[in-house]
């Protein structure tokens, strides 16, 4: 049980971080938010690495590069579509369906590992689908128009839960190979470089003009994503991916509540009864 720490760690600090990455996107945007936190997290991984490189670096690095690259296109790809939910949508709505990527990571656990698979995991994914279907289409134009159509900020949501989802379940071979720190460093290196030549082939400034950039709080947002990182690392050398993982991803209980009580977000009883089926799957699938 030596697991339930690391991931109880990386939960409250995902959750903070993500609260905060919500109302900073919506004043600078997601490719300036991402950009931010993500070298403030670096730093802070920096400040660890560089006094203790000796028994942190490893040559293996090397040929885990491909795949640590793969890793930081789907953490580019699902932070640039998880902010952008954030900012077109409401926080206890978007959060719950991004969470949800630790059910990608535990299928993929169990279907490539052959991981052990209890009654109320498969219990526990069933809630997580039902409740995303639940939290994500707009039932009353459905009835007025017989037109599905889906939530604002929902499509990105899913987006990122997938991208979360096969990112995370494959970080967990160059963690074991490696060790429970590099990789994470080396992969947010490689987002950074991805994002910063998207944004020079795209011609996007650094730093947004015109807007007061909340520096203290990217870093914060930087600072606790990383610690996030560093715990689940630290865990999945304890326990399997399967086991460790959903609880990480039950972030979004902790989102989702400062949200409620910050953002003072209303949600109809169809959108709270889905979003705690959710976040009922996801706890169900740490037990």
């Not at 900012?87 to 299928?107: C, F, M, R, T």
């Not at 159509?149 to 160059?174: C, H, N, Q, R």
């Not at 610690?227 to 865990?235: D, K, Q, T, V, Y």
Request: aromatic share 12%; with cysteine.
């Amino acid at each position: 049980m030596n697991f339930i720490l690391p991931g109880v760690i990386s939960m409250f600090c995902w959750g903070i971080a993500i609260f905060l990455a919500a109302i900073v996107s919506r004043k600078i945007g997601n490719v300036h938010t991402l950009l931010w936190m993500q070298i403030f997290g670096l730093f802070v991984g920096l400040v660890y690495f560089i006094p203790n490189a000796r028994t942190l670096y490893s040559g293996q690095i090397v040929p885990a590069l491909p795949i640590i690259s793969v890793i930081a296109v789907l953490q580019l790809i699902a932070y640039l579509a998880f902010y952008k939910g954030l900012e077109k949508g409401q926080v206890s709505l978007v959060s719950p369906l991004g969470a949800s990527w630790g059910l990608i990571s535990a299928l993929l656990g169990i279907v490539f590992y052959h991981e052990a698979f209890a009654f109320h995991q498969g219990l526990s994914i069933f809630l997580i689908l039902a409740g995303i279907v639940g939290l994500s289409l707009d039932v009353k134009k459905f009835i007025d128009s017989k037109q599905v159509s889906v939530l604002a900020g929902v499509k990105e949501g899913v987006i990122a839960m997938f991208a979360w989802g096969i990112s995370l379940f494959l970080l967990v071979t160059p963690t074991k190979t490696v060790n429970w720190f590099f990789p994470t460093l080396v992969f947010r290196l490689l987002l950074i470089l991805f994002l910063g030549g998207y944004m020079i082939a795209t011609k996007t400034s650094f730093v947004r003009s015109k807007v007061k950039v909340p520096w203290g709080t990217l870093f914060i947002i930087g600072a606790f994503d990383f610690a996030a990182f560093m715990s689940l690392s630290l865990g999945e050398l304890q326990a399997n991916s399967s086991l460790i993982l959903p609880i990480a991803s039950a972030y979004a209980l902790v989102t989702v509540a400062l949200a409620w009580i910050v953002l003072k977000e209303k949600m109809t009883p169809r959108h709270l009864i889905s979003a705690l089926v959710i976040l009922a799957g996801i706890v169900g699938m740490s037990l």
